[in-house]
């Protein structure tokens, strides 16, 4: 997104809250749940690119920046997996399919998926809800397999039980040609046969070539942790690429509180690759 009045309706699209009616519900873990979202009359609220958001209000209430999680290949409606941890997402976590919320969007740019992603072996690494905003790429990735090299994807969670969208990565992903899913959770757990350790342990071990590119996202933690453990194994910054869209809060550039060194994260991101970055926060 530019911070200009790039297109005759920019405004429009961006600012008015378009109504949102809940057509059906996940529920992904014991605290997130995938809401799926259509226009009253059908179809989706509007046209994105993997890794852009949207702002999901409730009036009376709040509103909050989230990832757009379904791919724009998705013709007929958009999802939001949403974590439940306060006073908006609490009341979102409330509602019903047939209840109505407003939406505004789409806001930032988005993963180069059109081009310096095209052809490259991809190499998605998430944790946690991080996994949300990488979906949307993951299976715009799928959709279009013939694009794209081979495509590792490295998720972990705290547990099995808090594994998003498990039913999709065990039917869907691990069936594709050229796609391999590596799961980790942080403890062992009764009746989980798989790899047992923290994301950024587990990718050293994996020791990837790095003839891929790496897209990252997850708590600050794991992302600092698992950028090091790239640079160790090879990776450049310039092969590695994240979104921040956690610190996003007006969308448009208006309240600040979204900047990193002399970025804003709505103006500029929330995706970067991460030589783009001149300061990060200590956090990171």
């Known amino acids: 997104m530019c911070d200009c009045n790039c297109h005759e309706k920019y405004y429009e699209d961006t600012l008015i809250p378009k109504v949102g009616v809940i057509t059906a519900i996940t529920q992904e873990t014991p605290d997130v749940k995938t ?8 179809g989706k609220l509007f046209e994105h690119m993997p890794g852009q958001c949207a702002m999901l209000c409730a009036p009376g209430i709040s509103e909050a920046m989230f990832s757009i999680t379904s791919s724009p290949t998705n013709k007929e409606y958009q999802e939001f997996s949403i974590k439940k941890c306060g006073q908006l997402t609490d009341y979102l976590h409330s509602l019903k399919v047939g209840d109505q919320i407003t939406v505004r969007g789409p806001y930032g740019n988005n993963f180069p998926v059109d081009t310096e992603l095209k052809g490259k072996n991809l190499l998605f690494i998430a944790g946690g809800i991080g996994l949300a905003p990488l979906r949307s790429v993951i299976n715009y990735v ?19 039980d808090d594994l998003v969208k498990l039913k999709e990565i065990e039917e869907v992903w691990k069936n594709v040609e050229g796609v391999n899913v590596h799961l980790t959770i942080d403890r062992e757990q ?3 046969d798989g790899h047992v350790g923290f994301v950024p342990a587990y990718l050293k071990e994996l020791n990837f070539s790095t003839d891929k590119t790496a897209l990252l996202c997850g708590p600050p933690i794991m992302i600092k942790f698992c950028l090091e453990a790239l640079l ?11 979104t921040f869209e956690l610190r996003m809060k007006c969308g448009v550039g208006k309240c600040g509180r979204c900047n990193i060194g002399s970025k804003y994260v709505c103006k500029d991101g929330p995706v970067f690759r991460f030589d783009e970055i001149d300061e990060l926060p200590s956090e990171y």
């Not at 809401?35 to 059908?42: D, I, K």
């Not at 160790?232 to 994240?242: A, C, H, M, N």
């Open 35 to 42: 809401f799926c979202v259509n226009a009253p009359e059908g």
């Open 142 to 160: 799928i959709d279009n397999r013939s694009d794209y090299g081979t495509v590792d994807i490295l998720y972990g969670s705290r547990s099995a």
């Open 190 to 192: 009764e009746g989980w």
């Open 232 to 242: 160790e194994l090879g990776f450049s910054k310039e092969q590695v690429y994240t």
